[in-house]
């Protein structure tokens, strides 16, 4: 994936400026594709030239006029193209694994440190989905994951929402069902949540046997 194909896909939820666009990268996009401000703009700017993107000027009081990007007909055959095209599953580089079994030659307990700093990153992230989800989603109706096949029904996990949807365009707490493109960005969020508690889960273990692997052993 390139970014142009995270841009696409957050100018199909809800057009925006750069500023805007940079915002959903920062709140969410961001947890599963970053890109700085600079990137972002440089790519926008390409992106015009070859004629993905509408640019239109946004009257604002008191304020000067913004830039609204929307995807043109060549933005949206471009996406569709990538939609089609097959993706190997991501080949896993995790230093912490490697530093953990490395520490079967050093002290053990002297990595309980750095795995409690990485554990909190996780739990903030979590929270900081669980928070979103409570924002953007509770009230709404979503599948049940028991019953793929059937009617929405019933509420997923809590989180923020890792697919760039701008909070500002989502529908409000208490709202009735998911259409098809919030329902997806819920699931990935879903998704999101469901990494989240298995890499904590997973860290308590290592802690736990960090902890029984002391000096003493």
Known sequence: MAIEHAILVSLLEKPGSGYELSRRFERSIGYFWTATHQQIYRVLKRMEGDGWVEVREVPQEGRPDKKEYSVAAPGRAALSQWLHE???PESVRHD????IRGSAF????????????????????????????????????????????????????????????????????????????????????????????????????????????????
């Open 86 to 88: 097959p993706i190997e």
């Open 96 to 99: 912490l694994a490697v530093k």
């Open 106 to 217: 050093d002290d053990p307990a002297a990595l309980i440190r750095e795995v409690r700093r990485y554990r909190q990153v996780h739990a903030e992230r979590l929270a900081h989905y669980l928070a979103g989800e409570e924002r953007d989603f509770t009230g709404v109706r979503a599948p049940d994951p028991a019953s793929p096949d059937t009617a929405p029904s019933g509420t997923g996990p809590s989180g923020t929402d890792p697919s760039g949807t701008d909070p500002s365009g989502t529908t409000p707490s208490g709202a009735g069902p998911l259409d098809a493109g919030r329902e997806l960005q819920h699931v990935v969020l879903r998704g999101g949540i469901a990494y989240e508690r298995m890499t904590l889960a997973w860290l308590d273990d290592v802690l736990a046997t960090l902890h029984r692997l002391g000096p003493e052993h």
